[in-house]
């Protein structure tokens, strides 16, 4: 039972981080922004495409006069054909992202949500649709769209591994999902099929704390989960390092081929390495463009 | 006091502790090391995994180790273990009387008898017997107090720069006769002295005496003599045994004014001799640096002798007349009598009225004839305190009334009219040479040239008095030099000229031969009681008993017979002694002292100053228990996974005591010089933020490369430069980048920047900020721009013109981004009478590099490229942030150029070239 007085606070704490988050977010989109991009042919839009010769069947509204003023021929102007292309991110919200192994490294969750909500914003200014999977919050263009998927990228889930959201994916969209895949990797199998099944491609940002990567643990010591759910007792941690090394590296590569099997990349990230490297990564790894996304 | 093995231990009960080490043992060993607990989202991959069989749960043997070895060193610490516990002599019991002779003569060996006095005193404070002490210097009622006291308080003993007298030693053995039973350690200093063995009886009369005395020899140094040109010294021993050497040091200030031995001279005691000289002739300006003697090993009031005014340096003041007259250097009056004395002598310029309050030794005064009564009455009070006024004749002494009819107080004979000259064209007879001086004259002995010849002169009248005045004369018997006292004073006058016209004595050897007799006959300083007689001296610095000088602050004064002929004492303490002008040393060892042995009856056993000294080990036990307990600290934390996580404290702090900071090393340095100089380099001054310093790196990694590529220039990799350590004089250029927190360089530091901007190094700096309009207060970078740039020697300083070179070195440029697109940079201002002649697209500017360039748009980001060659820091937006990196690029070539060439492009011969490319 949360009491108003507390859920208030708590309400204000979080609304305090979201302007930061915000700008932080801007700031990084603002860094690597390319510019508006089109589809690279010749449709419905604001930029010049390029002139062809006048064909049997076109308007003569369509042609352009001052083009072809300058010769015998008649010229059309074409425009560049602009789609916007509905993105669908998922940021594991669990427990075991609020993780970081130093004071000095962001933790695992503030990192996910920047890199989401930069990747929103440098979509949403190429303007693409923006949303979350599932049913909360569905793609829509504009910048309120932003400040919702500020606000919802703020709240926190309480559950130790968070399972991929899979529901109400739209056929044919891209997605995005940023987490550290520690939990089953049930969840994730089945939004990526079921994504696949869809014609949803998109991207797998796994996100690791440097400190997961190296094990740098020894002595004796009791390993908890963040939430306290699990726990694990061993007598020398420094012997565990091998044999857990190779099950991260099983996991990576269960990732990847689960990947390669639905046509989606897979990103390896450390929240100990720039946030900007990351996102242009991202960026283009999303990129829509035909040809771009290698 | 038990002892085991050579090491006593004063509650071996307490050894017994041991037994309890293998109990601990097991206690220890059943408790493992308590978990760590830790958050880990990892643990879903931990989960399943089995630990090995191997895995310690139990503490490891070797920190038990440790454990129980501390342990232990706490009980063996407090079971009192003592190294070379003295089990030779018996302990005894009953007060303790110390008795020292506390003499000059043991000053050497003092710190070694203060050794023995504390194992004595160790010795006594385990047999919990009261001791006393009594110096026989300086003999007072025995204060009997507990040895550890005294322990403490023996570092406050010192010996006294004379012997015991007579009178001393008498009362001390009053003072033992009022007390009643007593053993004594006898400290004796190996000197024999009067009632020497009456104090021994009364000692034996209260109970056993030993004595410790030291088998060295007892050296000794008998004031220095000036004979003959050369300083005699005399050292004495009080053993004549084999034969020895030593050295003999001569100490005093050199030219910078630090006290440092200027000369040594060796002298050898010859088998059986008890006494050695040697002598040590110096230049006489070394030798008036001089302030002691001393034996050269020796540390004693005794072995070292202080130097009074004999060898002081003194003043002398040069006075001529026609003071403004633009004549010729060799005309001067004053040049040949400055050439005699200035290697000798301070000389002192300039007015009577100005010289006199100065208080000089000698006033020189050539051709002065009428002195003003202002003038006059001074210098009369001068002389006869104690000044020598020497004159010269001339042709206006020749001239004038002085001294004529009466003789004139400041002229020592009364002169007649016009004077003569002799051998001249218009005049009889031949120049005349110099008689031999006679043996009441201060110059006897001189060898008399048989070119000094005079030819004209002033004559003296006849007087009474005139024959006692004249201290050199001419072959006719006519004076040359008279004197006469004046006062304590004396005035000197030479009947010719300082110069050459009338005689050639001022181009002689002579002259300066009895220039030095007169000077140094002015304040010569025997001690003689008759001539001291009646006189009072004040001590202004007198010696302790190891031979220091001390300011002797307001010790009374001392009568002028007992300073020659007393032996020293408290009352007259060895040391520098002043009666108005006059300096005397008085020292502790006189000519005719004579250094006797002590030898003491065959009863009294005699030890030697050797001791091995009792050392109590249980302070190093203990703190060794600490260390090993710090160790174990070290070594638990780090077992159980603690010691580079939690305690990061710790980790500190043993790097700290592990650190020992590494000596620069003269091969690195020499290795800095290669990389540096090999290849031509461009280099960054090291601010001390790690990202800031990499950007410079990789910004000036990225100028090098475009510099490869395009010019004829090409830089190896860039150098970061320690402007605390490192040479600078290497790089052509210093890019200098500000941040806030900078530390400010040391003043040594700034010292080589100056160099290196005077020689011809260029430093950019770049606030990084964008903000150089204002130039300063308006950022914190600015600020610490002004702050950091204040003592360096940077010209005046203008907004870059835009005609200046840096605009045209290899490109074409008008401005100069960074990752800030700002114009202003600043640069040394040009010259005023810069002007742009007719035609000329330039004006003809600075003949040279600019110092320094200063701007803020932070080049280093816009160069800046990644080990792969690609932008490491985005600039602008789309092309024109790659045209504004061009152009950043552009303008660090144009720097570099501009550094390395100068001012080659301002040159008008290019001016063609250049219009011609300008379009115009």
Known sequence: MIKPSALRADAEDQAARFPELLARADHLAGAVLLGAHGRRRAGVGDDFWQYRPAQQGDSRRLIDYRRSAMGDQEFVREREWQIAQSVMLWVDQGASMRFASDSKLPEKADRARLLGLATAIMLQRGGERVGLTGTSLPPRSGRPQILRLAEVLCQDDTADYAPPEHRAMIPHARALFISDFMGSLEGVTLALTKAADRGVRGVLCHLLDPSEEAFPFSGRTIFESMGGTLSHETLKASDLKTRYLERLAER???????????????????????????????YSALDTRAGAAA | MTVLGGIGFTAPWLLLGLLVLPILWLILRAVPPAPIRRRFPGVALLLGLKDDESVSDRTPWWLLLLRILAVAAVIIGLAGPVLNPDEQQADGSGPLLILLDGSWAGATRWQQQSEVIDAQLTRAA????????????????????????????????????????????????????????????????????????????????????????????????????????????????????????????????????????????????????????????????????????DIAGQRSAGASTLVDDGLRRREVALIAGRENREGLELLSPLHYIGQALAPTAELIDGSLADVLPANPDVIVLADIATLSEAEQTPLLEWIEGGGMLIRFAGPRIAASDISRDTEDPLMPVRLRAGGRSVGGAMSWGEPKSLDAFRDSSPFFGLEVPADVVVSAQVVAQPDPTLADRVIAALSDGTPLVTRKALGQGQVVLFHVTATAEWSTLPLSGLFVQMMERLAVSSSSATLDAQDLQGTTWTPLRVMDGFGLLDDAGNLPGVDGADLAEAPAGPDLQPGIYASGDRRIARNVVTTDTILTPATWPGDVPVRGLYVAPEVPLAGWLLSLSILLLLADVVASLALSGRLLKRSNAAAVLLAALLHMPAPADAQDADQFALNATSEMALAYVITGNPSVDQVSEAGLRGLSDTLYFRT?????????????????????????????????????????????????????FDTRDANIAAFGAASPNGQKLQNLAAPLDIPPLEPLPGDHVLTRTFYLLQDFPGRHPGRDIWVEASPADAEQVEGMPFRNLNDGVTPVVIGGNDWAAAWAVSSNGAPMVPIGRGFAGERQRELAYRFGVNLVMHVLTGNYKSDQVHVPALLDRLGQ
Request: glycine share 6%.
């Open chain 1, 252 to 282: 990576k590569a269960e990732l990847q081929r689960l990947c390669a099997l639905t046509g989606w990349h897979y990103g390896l990230h450390h929240t100990n390495t720039s946030a900007q490297s990351a996102l242009l990564w991202l």
């Open chain 2, 126 to 293: 385990r047999a919990n017997r009261t001791v006393g002490f009594l110096s026989l210097t300086a003999p007072q009622e025995p204060a009997f107090q507990s040895a550890d006291v005294w322990r403490t308080r023996l570092a406050g003993l010192q010996p006294e720069p004379w012997q015991p007298s007579n009178a001393n030693v008498i009362r001390a053995i009053e003072i033992t006769k009022t007390l009643n039973g007593f053993d004594t350690l006898w400290f004796s200093d190996g000197l024999d002295y009067a009632s020497r063995g009456d104090m021994l009886d009364a000692l034996q009369d209260q109970g056993t005496v030993e004595v410790y005395q030291t088998g060295a020899n007892v050296l000794a140094m008998a004031p220095a003599t000036y004979e003959d040109g050369a300083i005699t010294l005399t050292a004495k021993r009080a053993i004549a045994g084999e034969a020895r050497d030593v050295t003999l040091n001569a100490q005093g200030r050199d030219p910078a004014g630090n006290v440092r031995i200027l000369a040594t001279v060796p002298a050898r005691f010859e088998a059986g001799a008890m006494k050695t000289t040697a002598a040590l002739a110096l230049p006489s300006e070394l030798r008036a640096r001089i302030t002691r003697f």
């Open chain 2, 712 to 764: 004829s220039v090409e830089p190896a990799n860039p150098i970061g430069v320690d402007l605390e350590t490192d040479e600078l004089a290497f790089f052509p250029m210093l890019y200098w980048p500000i941040t806030p927190d900078q530390p400010r360089p040391s003043s040594d530091a700034y010292v080589k920047l100056n160099e290196y901007l005077r020689s011809g190094g260029l430093i950019l």
